[in-house]
């Protein structure tokens, strides 16, 4: 390896969406951090359309204004067979922890957006044009070889480096890890189309065992549509704009209709063996990649973000042991595991292999759809993985109240002493936090706690119940029931990590013993058990 030689804490491969967000995260961290890509500008083809409430939650997390790209907000979700009807529907009306069940977006505003973030923290340079060619992980530190467009080799030196480099990853490749699962053996062309003619508003499938098509209402008068291609149609014989143009005239005139985009893709459920491996961790579709049937493979890569920045950022601080890495991948790897399975088990909705199945299958599922608390439980998106961890970085216990330790905090509306409204997780910063519910949980700990707690970036503040007040600087008062009384009841506290995971939580009282027990999980050195 010949050139420059550069040193960075972080060197991240990969400016797509989850890289970007990463890379906006460590910025908000003040962590030094490059952020490579081999491409000159965002990718145009049409791919994530969908992001749900823990996206958006996270899009908070990074900072990013939530005006700062379009969306829709999509009432419901409608699944439509053609021999038996409508025999699914999620009601995606209403908002969880602060941000609407669900919106549509463009993924390129997205980016543009993420990447004018990234480029506001004077600790983040981004480098595009600039390819990966290969590095090796020198134990206390990555040396990384790049290679410009021009053909200009330059060598970087990283703390650590974060494959966000995408499915075909050579980052992944390059630490030895298999990427298992299945690619489907169909083929599927997608279709952004403008000025389409219509109040449609919300997302639709048409689980047709001869053509399935999902359709759903973008931003910027658009509307996407994915079309299976059926044995023996080609690529190029589906992205021509008159075989489009047919295939859309059974919902429109397609004389105004504008096809702004168009791609053949093929679909895989892969998952690789460990998100992590010595200084090297993976990130997004590097990681996982899932048929987009429920819309989380971006979700699950910003979920990857959130779990894995604050981590490095307090070990590069060194106010974390470099231990507390290691329950990245215990903890991310089997919910985007169980994500996957999600998709698949769609998929076979969507896709019925033909006319009886699709009787079969679809009749079924209209059928247990006559039992109210089934019908409940797919209405209200149960079903869902809940983003929480069976292991990791947390203090065992079991549930007491509405909180969860390995889950999140939920967020709700709160009002600051000086009058300013805002969601919770803006008051609760980017830092670990010690919550006091109805109670100020820091009068409880000792003096010594107090110091080791701020000295590991930890703060506190207290929430108090609607109608309460908040006097204090550090209080603010609940203004729907999301925190209180639902989470907890007066008295109650609550240790909280910067990516609003649940880290031990106890009656306000003992909140020296949570607090130096969590400051242990967090500085001790060994390493943690592993999940299977
Ligand atoms: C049709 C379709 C529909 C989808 N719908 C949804 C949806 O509704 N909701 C959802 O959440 N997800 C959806 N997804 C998935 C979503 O688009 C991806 O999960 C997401 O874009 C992955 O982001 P990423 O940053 O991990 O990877 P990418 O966006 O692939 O970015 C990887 C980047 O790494 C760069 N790179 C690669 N190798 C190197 C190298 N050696 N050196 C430097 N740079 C390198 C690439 O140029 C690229 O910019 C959909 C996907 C498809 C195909």
């Not at 004018?116 to 600039?130: D, I, K, M, P, Q």
């Not at 952004?192 to 098509?213: K, L, M, W, Y």
């Not at 042991?321 to 991310?332: G, M, N």
């Not at 009886?356 to 608390?373: F, Y």
Request: aromatic content about 6%.
């Amino acid at each position: 390896m010949h050139g420059t030689i550069e040193s960075v804490d972080v060197l991240v491969v990969g400016y797509g969406p989850v890289g970007a967000a990463l890379a906006a995260l460590l910025g908000r961290y003040g962590v030094s951090t490059l952020v490579i890509d081999k491409a000159a500008d965002i990718l145009m083809s049409p791919r994530a359309i969908a992001l749900d409430n823990e996206a958006l939650r996270i899009l908070q997390a990074t900072g990013l204004a939530e005006d700062a790209f379009d969306r829709i907000v999509i009432p419901q979700v409608r699944m439509l067979c053609p021999h038996v009807g409508l025999f699914g529907r999620v009601n995606t009306r209403g908002d969880i922890d602060g941000h609407p069940k669900l919106v549509t977006f463009y993924q390129p505003d997205l980016e543009r957006a993420l990447r004018a973030l990234v480029a506001s923290h004077a600790s983040v340079r981004a480098w595009l044009a600039t390819e990966m060619i290969g590095f090796v992980d020198e134990g206390d530190c990555v040396t990384v070889a790049l290679r410009e467009s021009g053909g200009r080799e330059r060598t970087v030196r990283a703390r650590y480096l974060i494959g966000a480099d995408g499915a075909g990853s050579q980052v992944r490749k390059a630490i030895g890890q298999g990427f298992t699962g299945r690619t489907y053996a169909e083929d599927w062309l997608i279709v952004d189309a403008r000025n389409v003619p219509g109040d449609f508003d919300h997302v639709e499938f048409i689980c047709d065992s001869q053509r399935p098509t999902p359709h759903m209402v973008a931003p910027g008068g658009r509307t996407r549509w994915e079309f299976m291609l059926r044995p023996g149609e080609t690529r190029e014989q589906m992205e021509r704009d008159d075989t489009i143009k047919s295939l859309l005239s059974q919902w429109a005139n397609t004389d105004d209709i504008r096809i702004e985009r168009k791609a053949v893709y093929r679909f895989h459920a892969r998952c690789c063996e460990r998100f992590s491996r010595g200084r090297v961790f993976l990130i997004g579709d590097a990681a996982h990649v899932t048929p987009p049937f429920v819309g989380q493979g971006l979700v699950a890569g910003l979920r990857d973000a959130m779990n894995l920045a604050w981590k490095l950022a307090s070990v590069i601080d060194g106010r974390a042991a470099p231990a507390i890495l290691d329950s990245y991948d215990i903890e991310r790897r089997p919910h985007a595991a169980k994500m996957i399975r999600l998709a698949k088990f769609m998929g076979k909705l969507v896709m019925p292999r033909n006319k009886l199945m699709a009787i079969l299958v679809h009749g079924s599922m209209a059928a247990l759809r006559l039992l109210p608390a089934l019908r409940r439980h797919f209405d209200e998106l149960g079903v869902k993985p809940k983003n929480e961890f069976p292991d990791g970085l947390f203090v065992r216990g079991r549930r007491r109240g509405g909180l969860k330790r390995g889950a999140q905090i939920p967020q709700g509306l709160v009002r600051g002493s000086d009058g300013t409204v805002l969601l919770s997780d803006d008051a609760l910063g980017s830092g670990l936090v010690l919550v006091g519910f109805g109670v100020d949980a820091s009068a409880h700990l000792a003096p010594a706690t107090r110091q080791a707690w701020s000295a590991i970036g930890g703060s506190s503040l207290q929430l108090r119940a609607y109608g309460t007040g908040a006097s204090a600087s550090e209080a603010y008062e609940c203004l729907d029931i999301q925190l209180m009384p639902r989470a907890a009841a007066t008295g109650w506290c609550a240790v909280v990590r910067p990516d609003r995971t649940v880290l031990h939580d106890g009656p306000a009282s003992e909140a020296d013993r949570l607090v130096r027990a969590s400051i242990d999980l967090l500085t001790r050195h060994e390493p943690r058990s592993r999940a299977a």
